[in-house]
């Protein structure tokens, strides 16, 4: 996930990003993120009459750095299944198609 970013232009460090989906709770996000006591505002709202959206959240010890909201067609990075939607920068990633729209990437 580390190269899919520098390969991107961005060199920052990280350690966590989370992918804030929409109605996440402040606290949970903190404890994805490894912060302590943050306050948030500006979430993605739990909203089934709105366009859905949510937000990639780059933290580096503890500390939010970068945010890049998505929209259902800017996601360009999902984590199946029920866990944490947490990846790392040595998380390894695999394309997927989609023969209805722009392929994504996600954990191998």
Not at 17 to 35: H, S, T
Not at 83 to 100: C, E, I, K, R
Request: glycine letters at 12%; one cysteine or more.
């Amino acid at each position: 996930m580390g190269d899919v970013f520098a390969g991107s232009g961005w060199h920052d460090t990280w350690d966590v990003m989370v992918l804030a989906n929409e109605g996440i709770e402040p606290d949970r996000l903190n404890r994805l993120g490894g912060a302590t006591d943050l306050c948030w505002f500006g979430l993605p709202p739990a909203d089934f009459d709105r366009w859905v959206w949510g937000l990639y959240i780059f933290f580096r010890d503890g500390q939010p750095i970068r945010a890049v909201r998505w929209e259902p067609h800017t996601k360009l990075i999902r984590i199946p299944g029920p866990g944490d939607q947490v990846l790392h920068p040595d998380t390894v990633m695999a394309p997927m198609a989609n023969p209805y729209g722009d392929p994504w990437l996600q954990p191998a």
